[in-house]
């Protein structure tokens, strides 16, 4: 097999340096030529007429005006009139996992869209797999032309095993010896246990430490109030990014303590909205500001798109789009510390550009260039990416045998009949967190009556990984079922379990059961229909097929939700985080319902006195 890692190297400036000054002495002549088009000037913040780009190998060697003998019969050159040019797109917080696509297909649907890179916190396969999980993400993104990123997931599990069961646990060492692989292993993921953080818990600590001991940055996850002082310890121990922004002042309070603050619009999270606002009307300067996507599923990609969907939207909100641009480029780069490779067309920087049609409000993309090479044009890729192949324990990794039934999901209750005061996890649509209510729920025959006409499901967690065999059991709302209906899912933030939903038990077992048989991925089971499946081999949670084909499991899924009744946007991706315990309010784990309040995490019972 090509040694397609080789073919779509990125060599450090050091070793670029001797043919980018020979070609400024003429002795050596541009591999590929931009001429004439308007310069997205990130640094500057102005937009150029009239520039050429002239780069060598993989980087860029000149901007500027048209010279005579910059190129000969070797060199592509590509006239950019009418077109604007600008860096590569970088997403500034991404787990790739959630588009439900490998990386070489998630570089396949992104980098057409013009992402050229992005910082990738892969804490989704590392909590099923562990560290040979990780690498797995790394060595397959080193495989494709993005500028791939890869962080060390801090949380694994998000909190602890006394909440949670994950596939493996990461501490200082994991941590230390996972940011020893290279420099595409750039930051700490997301620092989901900022109560551990705050309250100095030992492990927590200690790989905040091993990162910056490392000369890596830490990102972070905080979602307490944002005027609360604790932020700022949070940020003393070194975390000096968030993504958990959700209105304007979330955005300012961070930034005023030297943070970066991200700006998430994930196909489900729609926060840039309301926190650009800390920009559009409260003035404050951008230059720490980020567009990020967090979680794009595969159809959203291809409904929306990736990073230039993000971006336009910026602009419609108020934003300039050079600003704009920078929230998705320089800014990210300086924030991660690679501005000298990725963030901007300048002299010495990897050449990852691309070339824009029409208003530059659109972000309308026809071309990506990454590290000096064509790799898409017109919404197509111009490059075959290699498939990779996965080790047998990558692909068989849900330890659990297809034999729940409908008692599986039974919930027996201290009395016969009548109601019971009963804690409920309302969802909400395009937001991450749920709301706690208590309900008063009919039991008979001791155990609690769940219908479709209580507008109420159960949602069960069974642990998948062969550890401790533990389930637990409650209630959501809201998620739209008016028929006997069940998902379930491997895709359970974070520790992904199998999590089932639904509002009759039957079917509860016959979507529970097609997972765990199918070695992981999504199942609706709804009464008189046929069951809806969409396979994810890679640790339960990516596909191993093409990007369309996946896309079109993923849309076959949402019409089987829609029939019966949940017609969310993107419902899954909502519900497949009421098993993430590290945000507000109510959610699941293996260990029972966990509740986050002010005082950290704390697990509390399904009836209430």
């Known amino acids: 097999m090509t040694d397609t890692a080789s073919i779509f190297s990125r060599p450090p400036l050091a070793d670029c340096i001797p043919d980018l000054v020979a070609f400024s002495r003429g002795e050596k002549k541009a591999t ?57 797109l970088l997403d500034g917080h991404c787990h790739i996992e959630s588009s439900m696509l490998s990386v070489t297909q998630f570089a396949n649907a992104v980098l057409p869209l013009g992402t050229t890179g992005g910082f990738f916190d892969a804490h989704e396969i590392s909590n099923v797999l562990g560290l040979p999980g990780l690498r797995i993400m790394l060595d397959e993104a080193r495989q494709t032309p993005m500028a791939a990123y890869m962080q060390v997931a ?16 990461f501490g200082p060492a994991e941590v230390a010896e996972a940011l020893s692989w290279g420099p595409d292993m750039i930051a700490l993921g997301e620092v989901m246990n900022f109560p551990g ?9 200690g790989e905040i430490q091993a990162t910056l001991r490392a000369g890596k ?51 489900a999270w729609h926060d840039v909205a309301a926190t650009i606002k800390a920009h559009t009307e409260q003035g404050l300067d951008s230059r720490r500001m980020m567009l990020v996507s967090d979680d794009r599923i595969c159809d959203s990609l291809k409904e929306e798109g990736h990073m230039n969907f993000i971006v336009r939207h910026a602009i419609s909100q108020g934003v300039k789009p050079v ?13 991660f510390g690679v501005a000298r490779d990725v963030g901007s067309v300048t002299p010495g920087t990897i050449a990852d550009i691309i070339l824009l049609d029409g208003n530059l409000a659109d972000v309308n993309v026809v071309m990506t260039i ?65 709301e706690e209510v208590f309900a008063e729920v009919p039991v008979k025959d001791g155990l609690l009556a769940i219908t479709p006409e209580s507008t109420l499901c159960k949602m069960a967690i069974f642990e998948r990984h062969g550890k401790t065999g533990g389930s637990a059991i409650g209630i959501v709302g809201n998620v739209g079922f008016d028929q006997p209906a069940a998902i379930a899912m491997t895709v359970a933030h974070d520790c992904h379990n ?19 048989g199918m070695q992981g991925g999504i199942a609706v089971a709804s009464s008189g229909n046929d069951l809806v499946e969409l396979p994810l081999r890679l640790a339960g949670l990516m596909s191993t097929e093409p990007y369309e084909t996946v896309v079109e499991q993923s849309l076959a899924i949402s019409r089987a939700l829609a029939s019966a009744g949940c017609t969310m946007n993107y419902a899954f991706m909502t519900l497949s985080l009421l098993a993430l315990v590290v945000i507000p309010t109510l959610h699941i784990s293996d260990t029972g319902l966990i509740r986050i309040s002010d005082a950290g995490f704390e697990k509390v019972s399904l009836f209430v006195e």
């Open 197 to 205: 953080v705050v309250y100095g818990d030992p492990k927590m600590i």
């Open 370 to 434: 990454a590290r000096g090479e064509v790799v898409a044009e017109n919404g197509a890729m111009t490059v075959e990416l290699a498939a990779f192949h996965y080790p047998d324990y990558a692909i068989n990794s849900v330890k659990l045998t297809p034999e729940l039934t409908p008692a599986s999901f039974h919930i027996q209750t201290p009395n016969q009949f009548g109601t019971i005061k009963t804690r409920v996890a309302m969802v909400r649509e395009n937001h991450v967190e749920t």
């Open 217 to 267: 940055v830490v990102d972070g996850h905080y979602t307490w109030p944002s005027n609360d002082p604790r932020l700022s310890a949070y940020a003393a121990a070194g975390v000096s990014g968030d993504h958990e922004c959700v209105t304007k002042e979330d955005v300012a309070n961070r930034v005023r303590l030297g943070m970066y603050a991200k700006m998430r619009r994930g196909s």
């Open 154 to 169: 801090s949380c694994v599990p998000s909190t602890n095993s006394n909440f949670e069961t994950a596939g493996a646990e």
């Open 32 to 88: 590929l030529f931009i001429r004439n088009g308007s310069l997205v000037n990130v640094v500057s913040g102005e937009i150029l007429s009239d520039i050429c780009v002239a780069v060598v190998g993989t980087r860029i060697a000149y901007v500027g005006p048209f010279v005579e003998g910059m190129i000969d019969d070797t060199t592509r050159v590509i006239e950019a009139d009418g077109k604007y040019i600008a860096p590569g």
């Open 498 to 516: 199998v999590l089932v939903i639904g509002n009759d038990d039957e079917q509860m077992a016959r979507a529970a059961n097609a997972v765990i």
């Open 323 to 335: 600003t704009a641009f920078q929230m998705a480029t320089l800014n990210t780069a300086e924030r």
